[in-house]
């Protein structure tokens, strides 16, 4: 009787015992937030002044880690060094694609430069950008941006969505195609979406930052996760406003990185049996280039970067005898010269510019080619183009009227008055010296961006040919100023405001 007794309670303890959960799956994730152009190791005074950084290391950090793992960022990857503003998105996305992200965000400083430059960029990524509230203005999604995607590892289903900052948006003429919804508004209307495709998990790569401000002006990362208690973490960016740290609220994990690149953030999330959230454990990883040593291939591509950032750094091209300022609302002396040079470049009898090809100005002294590629890192291409005069005429009319975006001219002689109607401000025009002709044909180098519009409207489509040369208009301004020793600025007189 005994021994039946005590193989019962032995039967009793062993399915109590048997009934225990069982550990579930976990997943690791790294997170990078404003790389900023820091693509290489720098001695880090906060890690013994040890090489530390850049994407050479944090390749090989993971490999070093192994295993499965997302890998995501969290936008402003080029935006200070000079390697970076000179190979621009394009070349960070380039770098990116070795390392092997699973997914990335954009910030308002990634689309600085225009959706061109995005554009070209981002179809060379071999990961997915994701941005949730960036549509184009008929609410369609831009090219090759996700609203959201679904991912998995280790079992674990994951919903990655991407979010930019409405107020800090560049809102330039060079964006006009797109706009930036509201963050939460635009997240918010994901969510039914995502629920059916039943994610274990919710990501949201953001970066926009959070404690912005304490007046509520700007949505940030913790009003998100007060207002969306669906998401479960929140990959944060903004370098201006974040450190290395992992906040909790309203149940939503808040994690960001330090800027530059000197570390990487590794979250491992712990999931029971039903792969619900348990649990987590958080620390940044100092990428420190002794410990993990670097990727040898990513490491020459990113030197091969430098190197060709360094020839051009100190290269004098010429000497400006004295300043070229240049202005958005009004002729330049820059705006002149480089209307004049691209004329004289394709031989044509007008030369036309967009005053917003240009971030700044010069002052008197040595030019170098850094300075000019500062100043112009945009990719617009000179295109030759065959107009009438009345459409001419027409173009300009609709060029003027564009805020903060004045054409700068060459061959022409231009009397208005901006204060009259839209077809009544030009008065008078001149083509080098001689009467505008309505039916006569006049040739024009142009930049590629004004054909498409970069002027605010579609006027210069109205063309009797056109022809792309395939030459950027910072090459042609570069071979303009090189052939000269000392360059004066031009008169700028093309523009007479009528009194």
Same mark, same amino acid.
């Given at each position: 009787?005994?021994?039946?007794?005590?193989?019962?309670?032995?039967?009793?303890?062993?399915?109590?015992?048997?009934?225990?959960?069982?550990?579930?799956?976990?997943?690791?994730?790294?997170?990078?937030?404003?790389?900023?152009?820091?693509?290489?190791? %720098?001695?880090?005074?906060?890690?013994?002044?040890?090489?530390?950084?850049?994407? $050479?290391?944090?390749?090989?950090?993971?490999?070093?880690?192994?295993?499965?793992?997302?890998?995501?960022?969290?936008?402003?990857?080029?935006?200070?060094?000079? /390697?970076?503003?000179?190979?621009?998105? /394009?070349? $960070?996305?380039?770098?990116?694609?070795?390392?092997?992200?699973?997914?990335?965000?954009?910030?308002?400083?990634?689309?600085?430069?225009?959706?061109?430059?995005?554009?070209?960029?981002?179809?060379?990524?071999?990961?997915?950008?994701?941005?949730?509230?960036?549509?184009?203005?008929?609410?369609?999604?831009?090219?090759?941006?996700?609203?959201?995607?679904?991912?998995?590892?280790?079992?674990?289903?994951?919903?990655?969505?991407?979010?930019?900052?409405?107020?800090?948006?560049?809102?330039?003429?060079?964006?006009?195609?797109?706009?930036?919804?509201?963050?939460? @508004?635009?997240?918010?209307?994901?969510?039914?979406?995502?629920?059916? /495709?039943?994610?274990?998990?919710?990501?949201?790569?953001?970066?926009?930052?959070? &404690?912005?401000?304490?007046?509520?002006?700007?949505?940030?990362?913790?009003?998100?996760?007060?207002?969306?208690?669906?998401?479960?973490?929140?990959?944060?960016?903004?370098?201006?406003?974040?450190?290395?740290?992992? &906040? /909790?609220?309203?149940?939503?994990?808040?994690?960001?990185?330090?800027?530059?690149?000197?570390?990487?953030?590794?979250?491992?999330?712990?999931?029971?049996?039903?792969?619900?959230?348990?649990?987590? &454990?958080?620390?940044?990883?100092?990428? &420190?280039?002794?410990?993990?040593?670097?990727?040898?291939?990513? $490491?020459?591509?990113?030197?091969?970067?430098?190197?060709?950032?360094?020839?051009?750094?100190?290269?004098?091209?010429?000497?400006?005898?004295?300043?070229?300022?240049?202005?958005?609302?009004?002729?330049?002396?820059?705006?002149?010269?480089?209307?004049?040079?691209?004329?004289?470049?394709?031989?044509?009898?007008?030369?036309?510019?967009? @005053?917003?090809?240009?971030?700044?100005?010069?002052?008197?002294?040595?030019?170098?080619?850094?300075?000019?590629?500062?100043?112009?890192?945009?990719?617009? %291409?000179?295109?030759?183009?065959?107009?009438?005069?009345?459409?001419?005429?027409?173009?300009?009319?609709?060029?003027?009227?564009?805020?903060?975006?004045?054409?700068?001219?060459?061959?022409?002689?231009?009397?208005?008055?901006?204060?009259?109607?839209?077809?009544?401000?030009?008065?008078?025009?001149?083509?080098?010296?001689?009467?505008?002709?309505?039916?006569?044909?006049? @040739?024009?180098?142009?930049?590629?961006?004004?054909?498409?519009?970069?002027?605010?409207?579609?006027?210069?489509?109205?063309?009797?040919?056109?022809?792309?040369?395939?030459?950027?208009?910072?090459?042609?301004?570069?071979?303009?100023?090189?052939?000269?020793?000392?360059?004066?600025?031009?008169?700028?007189?093309?523009?007479?405001?009528?009194?």
């Amino acid at each position: 009787m005994k021994t039946r007794l005590l193989f019962f309670v032995l039967l009793f303890v062993f399915v109590v015992c048997g009934c225990k959960e069982k550990p579930g799956p976990h997943i690791v994730i790294y997170h990078t937030n404003d790389i900023q152009g820091f693509y290489w190791p %720098r001695n880090f005074a906060e890690n013994n002044n040890r090489p530390t950084g850049g994407l $050479a290391v944090l390749k090989e950090m993971l490999s070093h880690n192994g295993g499965q793992y997302f890998l995501f960022d969290s936008g402003n990857s080029f935006s200070v060094t000079q /390697e970076g503003k000179l190979f621009k998105l /394009e070349g $960070a996305i380039k770098l990116m694609n070795k390392v092997g992200y699973t997914a990335a965000t954009l910030s308002y400083a990634d689309l600085a430069l225009g959706w061109e430059v995005v554009q070209k960029a981002i179809s060379q990524a071999e990961f997915p950008i994701v941005v949730s509230n960036l549509e184009l203005k008929d609410g369609s999604s831009p090219k090759n941006i996700k609203r959201y995607i679904i991912t998995e590892k280790s079992g674990i289903k994951a919903a990655v969505l991407g979010v930019m900052s409405k107020k800090d948006f560049p809102d330039i003429l060079r964006n006009s195609s797109l706009q930036v919804t509201d963050e939460i @508004s635009a997240l918010k209307k994901l969510l039914p979406k995502i629920e059916k /495709e039943k994610p274990d998990i919710i990501i949201l790569l953001s970066s926009i930052g959070f &404690d912005l401000d304490a007046t509520g002006q700007q949505t940030d990362e913790r009003q998100i996760a007060e207002e969306i208690p669906e998401i479960n973490l929140i990959l944060g960016g903004n370098g201006e406003v974040s450190g290395t740290d992992m &906040d /909790e609220v309203s149940g939503t994990l808040l994690t960001r990185n330090s800027p530059m690149l000197f570390e990487a953030g590794k979250i491992i999330l712990n999931f029971n049996s039903n792969k619900q959230f348990i649990s987590y &454990d958080f620390k940044g990883i100092l990428l &420190d280039k002794e410990l993990f040593g670097q990727d040898e291939i990513l $490491a020459q591509q990113v030197q091969d970067m430098r190197s060709a950032a360094a020839k051009i750094t100190g290269r004098k091209i010429t000497n400006l005898k004295n300043d070229f300022p240049t202005y958005n609302d009004k002729p330049s002396a820059l705006g002149t010269y480089s209307a004049a040079c691209i004329k004289r470049w394709g031989r044509s009898e007008i030369g036309i510019i967009n @005053s917003d090809a240009f971030l700044e100005g010069f002052k008197a002294g040595p030019l170098s080619e850094v300075q000019l590629s500062n100043a112009m890192p945009f990719n617009d %291409r000179v295109m030759f183009i065959k107009m009438r005069g009345d459409e001419l005429k027409n173009a300009l009319e609709y060029s003027i009227a564009t805020k903060n975006n004045w054409p700068q001219t060459s061959g022409l002689d231009i009397i208005y008055d901006d204060t009259r109607p839209l077809g009544q401000k030009i008065i008078k025009i001149r083509v080098n010296g001689a009467p505008l002709v309505n039916e006569r044909i006049y @040739s024009v180098s142009v930049s590629d961006h004004i054909v498409a519009g970069g002027m605010g409207h579609d006027e210069f489509l109205n063309v009797f040919e056109f022809k792309n040369t395939d030459r950027t208009v910072l090459d042609i301004l570069k071979w303009c100023f090189f052939r000269e020793k000392d360059v004066y600025a031009p008169a700028v007189n093309d523009w007479k405001k009528q009194k």
